[in-house]
């Protein structure tokens, strides 16, 4: 009846009844009967709250009827839903509002307010049992464990919602209760729950409890509690309040924490009695807090910067050195303030200011120290630093955001800086504060370069683990080997196969990878408690950053760094940080492979010493012998604690209000609880049988291959670890990991098997030689059928390859049969025979490749010689069998590689080597010289053969079957015989060529002396093989002292030229080497014995008369070469005659062409030309090579045909017309040779012979034509090489130069100089044939004028002194240049500016921008261009060369203000060039000249392109105050120019920064004392768009040079950001300027808003920017994408503020700052409106605009999707072989 409500009807008069009959028997059951659900009586309660009309009901009729309502709150084991139903009415009498119920309910504004006052009554009336219950509902429920379950809804809803009655009900409490202070007590622990468990909404809830109970706990005029219990309470209170500062973000909780504080110090005050009206020094801080936590009453949700910068202005200026207004205690709540805005990421002056603050406290704690360590004061401090100053660094360490980082990373530093010496926690954190910043650990680990920040982990990592390898380190022998008692005593077979040793052979005691190293934590220099508090958050980050803040390089370095440092952490540390990554590795997937490599760097450290606890032959310890085999292993408490807590920091989500966990302070007192002295070796050997070693078994059997590639490493782990444990527990482990990981090479992913191999590899690397039999036992028996054959070779072949360089010679003879067995089934068996069928299909990349050869060739590297003959057992028996040329090619190429690996064995012993070749040579060379179709055995065998087959007698005939297996084999090792001669041979030549026999050794050389012979021998063989590696032999013997060298030279030479006589072709490698014999024996000492009687002769021509001498002539001049003839005793005593010669000659002409026979043949050539043998054949050759030498395509023929021809030049004799064609021919090819190369050629031949020829022979033939040459081709040539070596060259001609040749010259510049003045004269022709031959005439001369120029600026500074007699022509010249140019250009310039609508600078800058380096422009402004570049060019090397004469009294000031003049030249190239000579001239100048300089009297000039006349001192012209402001408008124009050059922009910053400090002396002394200037109109108090706006806004005179100055480039970089579209060039230039002058204007000055603002704005406006520029850029060979062009811009404008904030301060800086904010605010807001109103003046403008806008923002998301698949990209190794692709 109740619930439906029935219109117009009244209860009134049925109530008393129904109370009598159905309420009041029940009421005083009412709390027992609905404990488990709600009775009929409770819903008929809960039916009278639904309308305002009802609520008589509940206290006329019965009193106690709302009492008992609220008993059931408190009934035993009473359900939520009963206690959510009476919430509920609570909930409705609470938000009762009589103006909404007299709309809602429809009643009478009396009645409503009625109801109201009713309902007031009642909760008034029972606040005390109100509060009772929900003391004990409180109490009861267990608060701290009941909000845990918020998450997942249970009582922790309930529990919010009691807490949310109570801060409602909490307002009607006026009086102290007990009830009171036991709430506070129980709501206090929930504000330091995490946000995640404790919305902040009920926290709130708490503070406005707090807030109206406080007072009535401790009000002294309300509470009847003690007093001293009342301090006490409010130093629990302030505690609690202080540090919810650092939690809650929410405004209103952070309002009523304030209220809090200030009711807090209200009563602090009362309590201590203070009667003064000083504010006590919690009011002090109640004050600070409450202002710096303000908000402005005119914008809803914006801070109120204004009152919070004046408050932290008071804080860190005035009150943080006042113990009586801000006293330790005081300092609590600001602390936690102050680390709550230091993580401000987005207000840079709130954060700058609390990371002062925090600067400030630290400070004062080290003032505290400094005066008392024992006192109060200093004890307050300290604990408040190691409470939350250094857990607040902790926790932010691991902040997300870089910006938070790096002020915690600062305040961390300034700790350890001022308070190192005071606390143990920062004592051993000095050794990182070094004064060498670029050694110092705090300034580099988050420096915006990567490269620094990598740098600083590397040199922690170095300082930490520096002292680590000094320790006790783990025996090699010990660690590789088992025992072969303990081995033999083993039932187990593997641990018997894993204990197999080679026989006798010592191994190496240096393994491949580094050993375990064991030591203790005290071996760092730096606690294992910092490094994991405060290094490894820092490097987790990066190691396991996702998305954009993922660097590859960052990664991979702080993986390496985690590492390394965890080597120094205890094991209770060092476990919990294992389980961590391990569990993190099966939660998230995305990082698995990161936290492989992570768990993988921690494994690699294992540093503990376990080889000496006591287990039984089956790694059990001793000690648990006795327990129960299925009993479970105890693990240590303190390990049980991390693990949970590890779990925890994965699972529980982070503090929204803080960003921590609830776990981290449990952490922090378990870390700080668990003693330094570690656990006993057992436990952690426990832990490591029990936990460690099965957890990482688990992920080497993953039967997905996927994840097998990134867990197969793990394996490695495990054996490292293994090594730490004990003998027995290593031997019985062992053998199943080798076991795991060859049956993983089985898996079909060519990845995971590549993974497995790689950790194979690495494990026999650690293990040593003496497991390598048993891996490839356990290799053979997993890898034994099909496909897996192949796996097998190719992990061998990958084994021994990797080992190869860490065993000793021998290690591996133990296992060398089964080895052999295997390589011979590769390269012979069925795998081989696979792997060379065209039919074989297998995409398996092992069973592509053959390195059966490279195994033999190692095998025979590391394997003592007596075993040789092992290797070569099974290919004799092959030879045997069959002489097919597949088969016996494959076997020449194993000789081959055995022979290669012999010569490679360390154990080479020079004497066995020569004994077993000397043998094997004379035993198969006289057996290979035989027919094997013609000996006996042959013969006998075919008759045998025949007999068998068929006998007969004459009474009757028998026929004899003869069985298969009985007929015989034929041998075939006769025929493959010269195969081991061949292999003989290669063993002495490679032992040769590496030098193996000593040439000092009087017995070596004996037994190498009858190889002579041998090889003699071998020249006649019939075999090519032979008789090439013959050759090589002699040409190496040929070089020793051997007695029988000498006899044999002319037999070999004989023999030789037979060999050439046979062959009618040079493309054999038999004719080569023949051909480089013959070359070693020409060069060969003993050949120069034989030749000892041999003299060249020149060759002449003929005497004849004058007719034929003119008929010879002739034919010269037509290309014909007369005839020579040659003494008849020219050859005689030279080896070779003059018909074999020749012959030579006409054979090797050919191979001169021909690319792979050009080396043998120019070495034979210059052999010739060494001995002086003359023919003329070879003459005619080495014209060939000379024409070779310009046309040649190879670099290197090039190189090798000068070498030869210069050579000749040399040493062969030369008639003076030869000569001079020479040189005649290097000029005509450096000058006119169509291909780049072929010049060059031309110059490189050019410059060997001005260096190398003297003078007498130089200067005669090849002076002028050289000078000329160079000339052409610096003033023509079109490759940029070519002009710089003949740059190059031509001062060194000129320098050799004589007088007379010199004055030549001077006359030839003069003459082309004359041609730049009469090339300006205007053309006056009228015929049109006649003008355009003039002005073709006109541009000869400009080249010659530029030419003229060139040779100027080359040959000033080899001259010198010479020089000088020139310097009046040359600084004419340069006049006459640079006068022609500006007038030219100028008048250019303003006939363009008539044009209507033209801008005439901008277009000269873009015909400029698109010349071309060569010729003349077709644009007549930029004719002289070029005339221009040259002169200033020329000019700047003179002034660099003689300043005096440039610079000094007699310097020329006309020149350097035609110099200023070309600042606004439009070619890029001449403002680069005038930059420069500005630069050059300011370098040689002092700032104080400026105030020196004399004032020129103003001259009226008649036209732009003059310039006035300078009467003062020449050094001073560019100094005075106007000139420097018009060098300054110029550099500026340069900047502003759409086509700034780097090298451009870098003179720019240095010419300006010289400006500033010229301008700086100017500034009166009362400005720099910050007094007496009148700030100028400030540029970030307009918006003005453009420079001449600029100019007008400031009023230019010299006092004011430096504020114009920064006011112009302040200007710049603002108009870039309006209206540059996302352009970057001139702000960064601007930035590097503005770097420059705030580190040289002075604190004073530079704080005056005249100078600071236009250096503000541009910066902070280009922090907040978006925009994009439009495309990449590519400096330096980088390409920058836009968004990294964007964030370096960025990254330079935070370096520069962070610089200005250190100059002025922070306080000043961050006022500053706020202004520029609310500037730029209040512009925006004006753009806005603008927007609105353009959107209905002009919408067709509105949307255009609109739509760039929407344009920038597509082009923005499509670079930032590009570099997120940029970084992206991997490497995909794809199943075929070495094939290799990019994906994205």
């Known amino acids: 009846m109740f619930v439906l409500e029935p219109p117009n009807f009244s209860f009134a008069p049925y109530m008393q009844c129904i109370y009598e009959v159905a309420i009041d028997p029940r009421i005083d059951n009412l709390a027992s009967e609905n404990t488990q659900n709600s009775s009929a009586l409770l819903l008929l309660l809960k039916s009278w709250t639904l309308t305002p009309k009802y609520y008589p009901y509940l206290v006329d009729y019965n009193p106690l009827t709302f009492p008992m309502l609220l008993d059931i709150l408190v009934a035993p084991k009473v359900q939520s839903s009963v206690v959510s139903l009476v919430l509920g009415i609570l909930q409705t009498f609470l938000d009762y509002d009589p103006q909404v119920a007299v709309h809602k309910y429809e009643l009478s504004a009396e009645s409503a307010e009625a109801y109201g006052v009713l309902v007031k009554g009642m909760i008034q009336r029972h606040i005390s049992r109100i509060l009772s219950h929900m003391r004990t509902c409180f109490s009861n429920s267990n608060l701290n464990s009941a909000t845990t379950a918020t998450q997942s809804g249970g009582s922790g809803n309930l529990v919010m919602h009691q807490i949310h009655i109570l801060s409602r009900v909490a ?64 130093a629990g209170y302030l505690n609690s309040i202080s540090s919810s500062f650092g939690r809650l973000r929410l405004d209103s909780a952070r309002a009523t924490l304030s209220r809090i504080l200030s009711t807090l110090a209200k009563f602090d005050r009362q309590l201590q009695g203070v009667t003064t009206s000083e504010p006590t020094p919690l009011e002090s801080a109640a004050w600070v807090v409450e202002e710096i936590n303000a908000y402005s009453t005119q914008r809803l949700n914006e801070p109120d910067h204004e009152r919070r910068l004046v408050a932290f202005g008071r804080l860190n200026d005035e009150l943080w050195n006042q113990p009586a207004l801000l006293d330790a205690h005081a300092w609590i709540p600001v602390l936690h303030n102050l680390v709550y805005f230091a993580q401000d990421q987005e207000e840079l002056a709130t954060r700058s200011n609390a990371s002062f603050g925090l600067a400030r406290f630290i400070t004062r704690t080290a003032q505290a120290f400094n005066a008392d360590p024992q006192s109060a004061e200093a004890q307050v401090m300290g604990r408040s630093m190691q409470s939350i100053l250094l857990p607040s660094i902790k926790h932010m360490l691991a902040s997300k955001h870089e910006v938070v980082q790096m002020e915690f990373l600062g305040a961390l530093r300034r700790a350890v800086h001022e308070c190192g010496d005071f606390f143990d926690q920062l004592r051993d954190l000095k050794a990182l504060d070094t004064p060498d910043e670029e050694a110092n650990f705090f300034y580099n680990i988050l420096h915006i370069q990567t490269h620094r920040r990598t740098r600083a982990m590397r040199r922690f990592r170095d300082l930490v683990a520096k002292n680590v390898y000094i320790q006790s380190q783990m025996p090699t022998d010990d660690a590789m080997d088992v025992d072969e008692d303990s081995a033999s005593d083993s039932d187990d077979d593997e641990s018997k196969g894993v204990a197999e040793k080679k026989p006798s052979t010592s191994r190496s005691k240096t393994p491949a990878i580094q050993p375990l190293v064991f030591n203790s934590e005290q071996a760092s220099p730096i606690s294992p408690a910092n490094i994991r508090a405060l290094i490894f958050p820092l490097l987790e980050n990066w190691a396991l950053a996702e998305g954009d803040q993922l660097n590859h390089d960052l990664s991979n370095e702080a993986i390496q760094t985690i590492g390394a440092l965890s080597a120094v952490l205890p094991w209770s540390q060092y476990n919990a940080m294992l389980r961590k990554y391990l569990g993190m590795a099966k939660k998230t997937p995305s990082l698995e492979k990161r936290l492989m490599r992570l768990i993988m760097s921690l494994l690699d450290n294992f540093h503990f010493d376990l080889r000496h606890v006591k287990v039984d032959k089956l790694g059990r310890l001793l000690s648990d012998e006795s327990a129960s085999s299925d009993k479970e292993q105890e693990v240590p408490a303190v390990v049980v604690a991390e693990t949970e807590l590890a779990e925890v920091a994965e699972t529980e989500p982070a503090d929204e209000d803080t960003g921590l966990t609830e776990a981290d302070d449990e952490s922090n007192m378990v870390t700080d609880s668990v003693p330094q002295k570690d656990l006993p070796e057992e436990r952690i050997h426990k832990v490591v049988v029990s936990f460690l070693l099965p957890e990482l078994k688990k992920m080497i059997t993953e039967t997905n291959e996927e994840k097998l590639m990134l867990r197969a490493p793990v394996a490695m782990a495990i054996v490292r670890i293994l090594t730490a444990l004990p003998e027995n527990t290593m031997t019985a482990q062992l053998p199943g990991v080798l076991t795991t990981i060859s049956n993983m090479l089985r898996a079909k992913a060519q990845s995971a098997r590549n993974a497995t191999r790689e950790t194979l590899v690495r494990i026999v690397k650690f293990l040593g030689p003496s497991y390598f039999g048993f891996i490839v036992k356990e290799l ?124 490679h064995n360390k154990s080479y012993d020079t004497k066995s080597i020569l004994i077993f070749c000397h043998s094997i040579i004379n035993q198969y060379l006289a057996m290979s010289t035989k027919d094997a179709k013609d000996t006996k055995k042959v013969k006998e065998d075919a008759e045998q053969l025949k007999r068998l087959r068929f006998a007969s007698n004459e009474e009757n005939a028998k026929v004899y079957i003869r069985r298969k297996d009985m007929a015989p084999k034929r041998d075939y090792l006769q025929a493959n015989a010269h195969r081991f001669v061949q292999f003989g041979l290669e063993i002495v030549y490679f032992g040769l060529r590496r030098e193996r026999f000593s040439s000092k050794d009087a017995e070596v050389l004996g037994m190498l002396d009858p190889f002579v012979d041998l090889a003699g021998n071998g020249l006649f063989s019939r075999y090519n093989s032979i008789i090439s590696l013959c050759c090589k032999i002699w040409a190496i013997m040929v070089r020793l002292p051997l007695p029988s060298v000498s006899a044999g030279i002319p037999v070999v030479i004989k023999r030789l030229f ?82 074999q010669l020749r012959d030579l000659i006409d054979f090797i002409r050919p191979d001169i062409e021909e690319t792979e026979r050009q080396a043998t043949a120019f070495s034979l050539i210059r052999a010739i030309l060494t001995r002086r043998m003359i023919v003329d054949s070879l003459y005619k050759l080495l014209d060939n090579i000379r024409e070779l030498m310009i046309t040649a395509q190879d670099a290197n ?9 210069f050579q000749f030049l040399m040493d062969y004799p030369l008639g003076e017309r030869r000569l001079t064609n020479a040189m005649s021919f290097i000029v005509q090819n450096a000058t006119g040779y169509v291909y780049e190369s072929g010049r060059v050629s031309a110059l490189e031949i050019m410059g060997v012979i001005i260096n190398r020829f003297a003078d007498e022979i130089l200067l005669p033939n090849a002076a002028e034509p050289f000078f000329l040459g160079l000339v052409l081709i610096i ?212 700032p104080s000249w400026m105030l020196e300089a004399e004032s020129e009297s103003p001259v009226e000039e008649t036209a732009e392109w003059e310039v006035p006349v300078y009467t003062g001192r020449p050094k001073y012209v560019l100094f005075s105050a106007s000139a420097l402001k018009q060098i300054a408008h110029g550099l500026i124009v340069q900047l502003s120019s759409r086509f700034v050059s780097p090298e451009l922009g870098t003179q720019i910053v240095k010419n300006l920064y010289f400006i500033a400090r010229c301008f700086l002396t100017a500034v009166p002394q009362n400005a720099l004392e910050g007094t007496g200037i009148e700030p100028v109109a400030d540029a970030s108090d307009d918006d003005s768009d453009s420079d001449e706006e600029a100019e ?74 978006t925009q994009l520029p439009s495309q990449p850029i590519t400096l330096s060979g980088t390409t920058k994408s836009p968004t990294e062009q964007l964030d370096e811009l960025k990254s330079l404008a935070n370096d520069v503020i962070k610089l200005l904030q250190t100059r002025i301060g922070v306080t000043e800086f961050s006022a500053i700052l706020v202004k520029v904010q609310s500037h730029v605010s209040q512009v925006q807001s004006q753009r806005r409106e603008r927007r609105k109103q353009l959107a209905v003046i002009d919408p067709e403008l509105h949307a255009k605009k609109k739509i760039r806008k929407h344009e920038s923002s597509r082009r923005r998301r499509q670079e930032q999707m590009s570099e997120h698949a940029r970084r992206r990209t991997r490497i995909v190794v794809r199943r075929a072989y070495g094939d290799k692709s990019s994906e994205k």
């Not at 009535?216 to 006490?232: F, G, M, R, T």
């Open 780 to 903: 053979k028996a997993s890898l034994s059928r099909g496909v897996h054959k192949h796996i097998l070779s190719y992990t061998i072949y990958a084994l021994l390859k990797e080992i190869l360089g860490m065993i000793k010679v021998g290690d591996l003879d133990y296992t060398l049969e089964p080895l052999i067995e295997i390589l011979v089934q590769d390269v012979f068996g069925q795998v081989g025979e696979d792997k060379d069928s065209e039919d074989w299909t297998s995409k398996m990349r092992e069973a592509k490749v053959h390195h059966g050869p490279d195994c033999f060739e190692m095998l025979a590297s590391v394997t003592q010689f007596d075993n040789i003959r092992m290797m070569l057992a099974p290919l004799r028996d092959i030879l045997r069998e069959t002489d097919t040329p597949k088969r016996t090619r494959v076997v020449d190429n194993v000789l081959r590689r055995i022979s290669i690996g012999v010569n």
């Open 1197 to 1205: 023929v090039r190189e090798v045909c000068r070498l030869t021809w």
């Open 171 to 234: 307002e009607y409490a006026t009086e102290e209760t007990q009830d009171a202070k036991a709430l506070l007590d129980l709501l206090l622990p929930t504000l330091k729950r995490p946000g995640s468990v404790v919305p902040a909404r009920t926290k709130g809830d708490v503070l406005n409890i707090m807030l109206r109970f406080i007072p009535l706990v401790i009000d002294p005029s309300v509470s009847a509690i003690a007093k001293d219990e009342q301090q006490h309470l409010l």
């Open 1592 to 1665: 007008q806004s400031s009023v230019w005179t010299k006092e004011r040079s430096l504020s114009w100055l920064i006011n112009r480039i302040g200007s710049l970089a603002r108009t870039e950001i309006i209206r540059g579209r996302g352009l970057t060039e001139k702000r960064t230039y601007s930035f590097r300027w503005f770097a420059a002058v705030i580190s040289l204007v002075p604190p004073t000055l530079l704080k005056q808003s005249a100078y600071i603002m236009p250096i503000v704005s541009p910066l902070y406006r280009t922090t907040q920017d």
């Open 1058 to 1139: 037979a060999i050439f006589r046979q062959t009618s072709s040079t493309n054999s490698d038999m004719i080569q080497n023949c051909f480089k014999l013959l070359a070693s024996l020409l060069r060969s000492k003993h050949a120069e014995s034989l030749m000892a009687g041999y003299e060249p002769e020149e060759l002449e021509t003929p005497e004849k008369d004058e007719v034929d001498k003119t008929a010879s002539d002739k034919k010269a001049k037509k290309g014909k070469k007369p005839a020579v003839r040659i003494s008849a005793d020219c050859m005689k005593d030279s080896l070779i005659s003059e018909q």
């Open 1275 to 1486: 003033a023509k040539d079109e490759s940029s090489q070519c002009r710089e070596m003949a740059t190059h060259l031509l001062p060194i001609m000129i320098a050799r130069f004589d007088q007379p040749r010199l004055n030549r010259a001077w006359t030839l510049l003069d003459q082309w100089s004359a041609g730049i003045a009469n090339s300006c004269e205007p053309v006056v022709e009228t015929d049109a044939k006649k003008a355009a031959n003039a002005e073709i005439q006109q541009a000869k001369m400009r080249e010659l004028g530029r030419a003229a120029l060139q040779c100027y600026g080359i040959i000033i500074e080899p001259l010198g002194d010479k020089f000088g007699k020139r310097i009046p022509a040359f600084l004419s010249i340069v006049d006459t240049a640079l006068t022609v140019s500006l007038k030219t250009w100028k008048q250019a310039e303003m006939q363009l500016n008539h044009r209507p609508g033209v801008d005439g600078v901008g277009d000269l800058e873009t015909i400029a921008a698109n010349l071309h380096s060569g010729g003349d422009p077709h644009n007549a402004a930029l004719t002289y261009w070029e005339t221009a570049y040259l002169a200033l060019n020329a000019y700047e090397r003179f002034a660099r060369v003689m300043p005096q004469k440039a610079v000094g009294d007699n310097g020329q000031s006309r020149i350097w203000q035609l110099a200023v003049r070309h600042l606004t030249h439009p070619h890029a190239w001449v403002r680069l060039s005038a930059a420069r000579l500005i630069g050059a001239y300011v370098a040689m100048g002092d």
